[in-house]
């Protein structure tokens, strides 16, 4: 038999999000990497810059990421991605930033890594209706 609502709502209450701690904390090594791999001007860190990286399109959920990252290659991804899986440490992949149910929100102090530099249509098919583009464009 399933639970009562009350019982749901008991455990859920009762229930609070913690930190993993099998994943590690950004350093000043990790940020050296990121910026040898984009440059300045691919690592944010300004708590204005990131206020988009931390809320989703609705405005509903709000993260508390410190950092940032926009790349704008395929081989600046994977770079990223190996450096943060070799160090464990917590990553949320942003395409467009437009989901309606949060999911590219940090949800503790995890890096955002938006696509938003990777923005181009790469190809338009008419007869079709094929369009092929980057993971940061936003379709609207």
Known sequence: SWPSLSLLCQRAASNTLTRN???????EDDL????????????VKDEL?????????????????????KPSTTGEVSRLLAHCSQRRLALVPQGGNTGLVGGSVPVFDEV???????????????VSGVLVCQAGCILQ
């Open 32 to 43: 050296q990497y990121f910026k040898d791999v984009l440059g300045d001007r691919g690592v």
């Open 49 to 69: 810059a990131l206020e988009n990286m931390n809320k989703d399109w609705m405005g509903k959920y709000t993260g508390r990421s410190r950092l940032g990252l």
């Open 112 to 126: 955002v890594l938006s696509m938003s530099a990777m923005n181009r249509i790469l190809s338009f098919d008419e």
């Open 21 to 27: 701690p099998a994943y590690s904390e950004l350093n």
